[in-house]
């Protein structure tokens, strides 16, 4: 594989990315001239031999990748053994790449993949990600890949997702019912289309009730503990802090527990806590935590099961099987 | 790779698979005559030349495998970082394999690396795992294995454990010191080296205290929540039930803390709990829970730096590499 990717191409012949991929996809979005042109220059770096070459190479290792932000969360476990569940019955082994959030390696991981080590990849994406570009050419070198979770909106393919607006305005509505007066959406990354949707369907919830909204409801965290432990420390002190927060992801709930343990805050009487979260000991935590719980398991086999058919099935569109599955409230004494 | 294994020669010449190892790798402990037969047996069954063909495809993939029971468990999260933490200086790519402690799913998975997919690999068996044949046959193939947590104790190379006896010892001390008349161990294998080490020091503890053990003191839990659900559920509802509870992993709390909350038994005034566990929840659970905190993000980064030396340097002996890194105990409420 030379270095050559379907940014390169773009950026040579000042066209989107977009129109490139198509351009290659001989999509009949693209006028014949701009096909031509994009062809040549391809042809000229090199470019399409190897994706010549990646048919030739394509269901053959038996094997699908799954790309993820980390394994200690919850979530991310349970979906991996709903994929596993499904690649299990399709006789197929299943690897498990983790890029720890961070974006080179996301970009890595998915250019390896061109030289053919899997057949197709299930993926959540990193909070950094905002430069799409190497799934497009993973996708032009003729493996498919599908979303879960955290999609890559611009990319045209099947994504599984949770009803993410709508679980962000019921955590919003649940905190409003039970009096909180001053709501913090603790978000992960303001990248991340599964993030900024909790947050702007908790938005949503304050303007129904005629509540003003503003930027500061929503406290940017980073991949970073001892980081968020400081920063909510400080906002929880403040004599104007937050009466109830809504945390976006799992691990940000042991951070707010702690800090309020430190503070001498109690949950639910000074602050109520609801988290975005599949932890098994939410019902033993100290008090027992309200969750937003996704279908974790089911969320990963749906994925794996419509990755299967794209193996299976020369010319199956993927982009028309994107996939919506609810969430479910569970509210418990840290909302009481 | 046809079927032939390493244990196929064994039955064939009638002597055990350490001896056809052994022979295989020229050891000094093997007589000239059983080499010459092994190795004749070998050739004849079409065993030598992939070992052949092995030496020429090492160290190329730059990648290193990570086969597991399971991610839903923070000691085997904290150790994936850690091995990543080593790889990532290398320039190697990990990928994660799953067993789902299911010993014919570790069976097939080391039997696919023999295919040269990866340059070596770290492993924490399955609790089912009682032939290791597999694991022999893969380093007859030239890809170096390094265990770390469960072991396989009669293969020969590098094993990253924690001191396991001694932290049985401990646990089982704190409770008989805060007043527990009857302590029950969970254990969740009897095939499991570091379950039976864990088991014995907390017999020890006893007998030091004169107290009669019994194996009736080790409670069977299965990989499956719902039969150790009611399985704890039918021992804590007995009369004469435990007054102090060992778990020996981190799984197991989680249904001990829930049966306890079905049952009205208080923790700890009713039954103190002590958890082998990472948990960082350990601190916010209702009550705070006692753990012998594993070494775990360490013992990934020593095994992976033990693992680049034999990638690194031809002939390195890894059986003389084996390290043994202590856990802490953390008391809190759940002991007091």
């Known amino acids: 594989m030379n270095n050559i990717t379907i940014k390169t191409l773009a950026e040579r012949l000042q066209v989107s990315v977009a129109t490139v991929s198509k351009a290659l996809k001989d999509s009949h979005e693209i006028g014949e001239l701009t096909k031509q042109r994009v062809r040549q220059m391809a042809e000229e770096l090199n470019y399409v031999p190897n994706l010549y070459a990646s048919s030739l190479r394509r269901r053959k290792s038996k094997t699908i990748a799954v790309v993820l932000p980390e394994v200690a969360d919850s979530y991310f476990s349970l979906a991996i053994n709903g994929i596993e569940s499904i690649a299990q019955k399709k006789g197929y082994h299943v690897l498990i790449y983790l890029t720890h959030e961070n974006y080179r390696k996301q970009e890595e991981i998915l250019k390896d993949f061109q030289s053919g080590r899997v057949d197709g990849v299930l993926m959540s994406t990193t909070t950094e990600t905002t430069d799409h570009c190497h799934v ?182 993927l982009k028309k099987e994107s996939m919506v599955i609810p969430s479910v409230l569970v509210e418990r004494d840290s909302t009481k």
């Open 136 to 317: 497009v050419d993973l996708q032009i070198s003729g493996v498919p890949i599908v979303f879960f979770d955290r999609v890559c909106e611009d990319i045209e393919t099947a994504k599984i997702t949770t009803n993410d607006f709508e679980c962000g305005y019921i955590a919003g509505e649940l905190l409003l019912k039970q009096g909180c007066k001053k709501i913090a959406f603790l978000s992960i990354s303001s990248s991340l289309s599964i993030s900024n949707k909790r947050a702007n369907g908790f938005h949503k919830a304050l303007a129904d009730k005629n509540i003003k909204t503003s930027p500061k409801d929503i406290i940017d965290c980073k991949n970073d503990e001892s980081f968020n432990y400081s920063h909510l420390k400080k906002i929880l002190s403040h004599k104007n802090r937050p009466d109830g927060i809504i945390a976006s992801v799992e691990k940000l709930t042991t951070t707010v527990y702690l800090v309020c343990k430190e503070l001498n805050l109690r949950i639910p009487g000074d602050i109520k806590i609801i988290s975005f979260s599949n932890l098994v000991s939410a019902p033993i935590l100290n008090p027992s935590l309200t969750t937003i719980t996704q279908p974790a398991f089911e969320m990963g086999a749906v994925a794996a099961s419509i990755l299967f058919k794209a193996l299976e099935k020369p010319g199956f569109q």
